[in-house]
């Protein structure tokens, strides 16, 4: 067996290893980079109307409503562009709204309401309406950074599976390793052993 050719396959696995390590940590450098919205920008959405005719009823209440757009993936910077009512359902409650509605009749005053960036609407004084119609918009993740975050999710878990499997091929190069000087330790011994003969 060749000596140098066993220490020359571990020394070759070890720098593949290495350089395997360094290139997941360029990749993951820029996935990292494409993930966020540093680099890709992020989608101006408008929604208008936004009431029971899309959906649940939106109260400016003791209760918190969350706008239909907390449901997409990275809705931030949520901003009232302007709020309608039924001015005949003012300070009432779902259980009492008039029957039929007499329609979106009066803007409800920015000094009634308050909306939080992560899309939270909620009354801001006791003045409250149980029925009203918000138009606003917001930033929402674009398919591009959902495909470039769904990328980085797979990516980690891919670099963690051949993780796992790292030590199991440096054991297996180690055990070659010592195999490989075993047999030559063991040829050695034999031409030592062959040399020492006495000859007639």
Same mark, same amino acid.
Request: glycine letters at 12%; charged letters at 10%.
């Given at each position: 067996?060749?000596?140098? #050719?066993?220490?020359?396959? @571990?020394?070759?696995?070890?720098?593949?290893?290495?350089?395997?390590?360094?290139?997941?940590?360029?990749?993951?450098?820029?996935?990292? $980079?494409?993930?966020?919205?540093?680099?890709?920008?992020?989608?101006?959405?408008?929604?208008?109307?936004?009431?029971?005719? =899309?959906?649940?009823?939106?109260?400016?209440? !003791?209760?918190? *409503?969350?706008?239909?757009?907390?449901?997409?993936?990275?809705?931030?910077?949520?901003?009232?562009?302007?709020?309608?009512?039924?001015?005949? !359902?003012?300070? &009432? $409650?779902? +259980?009492?709204?008039?029957?039929?509605?007499?329609?979106?009749?009066?803007?409800?005053?920015?000094?009634? *309401? $308050?909306? %939080?960036?992560?899309? $939270?609407?909620?009354?801001?004084?006791?003045?409250v *309406?149980?029925?009203?119609?918000?138009? /606003?918009? /917001?930033?929402?993740?674009?398919?591009?950074?959902?495909?470039?975050? %769904?990328l980085?999710?797979?990516?980690?878990?891919?670099?963690? %599976?051949?993780a796992? !499997?790292?030590?199991?091929?440096?054991?297996? &190069?180690?055990?070659?390793?010592?195999?490989?000087?075993?047999? @030559?330790l063991?040829?050695?011994?034999?031409? =030592?052993?062959f &040399?020492? #003969?006495? +000859?007639l």
């Open positions: 067996m060749n000596k140098r #050719g066993q220490i020359g396959f @571990v020394v070759g696995l070890v720098g593949a290893v290495a350089f395997l390590v360094i290139g997941i940590i360029i990749a993951f450098t820029v996935v990292g $980079t494409l993930g966020g919205d540093t680099l890709l920008e992020k989608d101006l959405i408008t929604n208008i109307n936004e009431s029971d005719a =899309t959906g649940a009823i939106i109260g400016i209440n !003791q209760t918190s *409503f969350n706008l239909n757009g907390t449901a997409f993936s990275g809705a931030e910077s949520f901003a009232v562009i302007g709020i309608l009512a039924d001015y005949n !359902q003012s300070n &009432g $409650t779902d +259980s009492s709204i008039i029957n039929p509605p007499m329609g979106y009749n009066v803007t409800v005053a920015a000094a009634n *309401f $308050t909306l %939080n960036s992560n899309g $939270t609407l909620s009354n801001a004084t006791n003045y *309406f149980p029925n009203v119609s918000v138009n /606003y918009t /917001y930033l929402r993740d674009t398919s591009l950074i959902r495909s470039a975050n %769904n980085s999710g797979n990516f980690s878990e891919g670099v963690d %599976n051949v796992e !499997q790292i030590p199991t091929v440096l054991l297996i &190069g180690a055990i070659i390793l010592i195999l490989g000087i075993i047999a @030559v063991w040829g050695l011994w034999q031409r =030592t052993k &040399g020492t #003969g006495t +000859s």
